[in-house]
């Protein structure tokens, strides 16, 4: 009895929110939509907001701030998914590692590059608290200002993407310390993708418990890796979370974004288990055709098409929408928003999507 009065809720959110209706597998007249980075320094409020907290970190873990900055590009654009202000390096962060966000150069953390730096990590739920703290938060907020049909995403980095960062110590062009690792001492660098897999799970799994309706796992360089390295760092640890996450929240879809991946988008998209595929730029329209014949896709304008704004980008939008709608399709880019994009850019392709639905 109580089960069926659940399964009901879930199903008239289901139909209420044109993102979940898409992951779903259904075909929305409407296209669904949101923007990677749609909250960030392209928004005035957001730059306030940002000086005020003074660092980056202040801001992502004072859930005050964080629920504020999520709901900033709702209440412009109406976006159909909220996603959590948070960063993917809360996650190292929460194991131990000094984590500092520098300005004009980005993450700084000291680099774990053996077993014994690896051996003295240490997860703290209690870094990641305002982190519960703010998707509860949001979802109310969400409610008190009736944004009803909008759904709040959840989300990680996946665990080869925040290795990265982990061996590295920051951004990296070609991730070569932790390409060498991996290729030298697979057995050694295993323990570090568990520990960032094991506990990836228990953080998507709070943020589910705390009112998360999607998922995003967050795989930016998976394109770095060959055939048989991306069957290992990136669908392995992948399976795990998915399968793990779905035994127990089995209404909670994951899209996975594993950026760059090529060709290997049709492996990762048959083998991983996820809801949805996060198409990059780089993905031809036939091929995002065919990887939709299985699975609901999400994408794949060019960030630097939105930041030019104009005809250019109701061309490369309109292309999309009608190679992708009449499928199970939620628009969004090939990455994150540029900060230099112009406000009145993102108007113009919220515009666009929705004139589209119209005309049908
Ligand atoms: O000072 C600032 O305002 C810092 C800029 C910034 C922002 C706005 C960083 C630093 N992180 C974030 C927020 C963020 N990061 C979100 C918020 C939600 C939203 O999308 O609106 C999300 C989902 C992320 C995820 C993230 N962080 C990724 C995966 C997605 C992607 O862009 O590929 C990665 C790789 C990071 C690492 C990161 N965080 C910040 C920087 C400068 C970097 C390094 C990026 C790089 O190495 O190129």
């Known amino acids: 009895m ?104 980005g993450p700084k953390l000291n680099p774990i590059r053996d077993l014994d730096s690896l051996s003295k990590l240490k997860f703290n739920d209690e870094v990641l608290e305002p982190v519960y703290e703010a998707v ?33 110590g920051g951004s990296s062009r070609d991730f070569s310390n ?10 050694g660098f295993a323990k570090l993708i568990d520990l960032i897999t094991n506990t990836t799970i228990h953080y998507l799994g709070r943020q589910i418990e705390a009112g998360a309706e999607v998922l995003q796992i967050f795989d930016s360089w998976a394109g770095a890796l060959d055939e048989d390295q991306f069957k290992r760092w990136v669908i392995e640890p992948t399976v795990k979370i998915v399968r793990e996450l779905n035994e127990k929240y089995p209404d909670i879809p994951i899209i996975g974004f594993p950026k760059g991946a090529g060709v290997l988008y049709q492996n990762y998209a048959n083998e991983t288990g996820v809801a949805a595929l996060g198409l990059d730029s780089g993905v031809p329209m036939d091929f995002a055709k065919t990887l939709q014949k299985a699975l609901p896709v999400q994408g794949n304008l060019d960030p630097v098409c939105l930041l030019t704004g104009g005809d250019a980008l109701k061309q490369s939008a309109e292309k999309i929408i009608n190679a992708l709608s009449d499928g199970p399709f939620i628009f969004n880019l090939g990455h994150g928003i540029i900060k230099e994009t112009p406000p009145e850019h993102v108007e113009q392709l919220a515009e666009i999507i929705r004139d589209y639905g119209q005309q049908l």
């Open 178 to 187: 932790t390409k060498k690792w991996a290729y030298s001492d697979p057995d």
């Open 2 to 105: 109580m089960k069926n009065i659940v399964k009901n809720k879930q199903q008239e959110d289901r139909t209420n929110k044109p993102l979940l209706s898409a992951l779903h597998g259904e075909a929305i007249a409407r296209t669904p939509f949101w923007l990677m980075r749609q909250a960030g320094r392209y928004l005035p409020e957001y730059k306030e907001l940002r000086a005020k907290a003074g660092s980056f970190l202040d801001l992502a873990y004072n859930p005050d701030f964080a629920i504020e900055v999520t709901m900033q590009p709702l209440r412009r654009y109406g976006m159909d998914a909220a996603i959590l202000f948070s960063d993917i390096l809360v996650v190292p962060h929460a194991l131990g590692q000094n984590l500092e966000f520098v300005t004009g150069e």
């Open 136 to 168: 509860a938060g949001i979802r109310q907020q969400m409610k008190a200002e009736n944004f009803h049909e909008t759904a709040l995403i959840g989300f990680a980095g996946a665990p080869w993407t925040v290795a990265t960062y982990m061996v590295e």
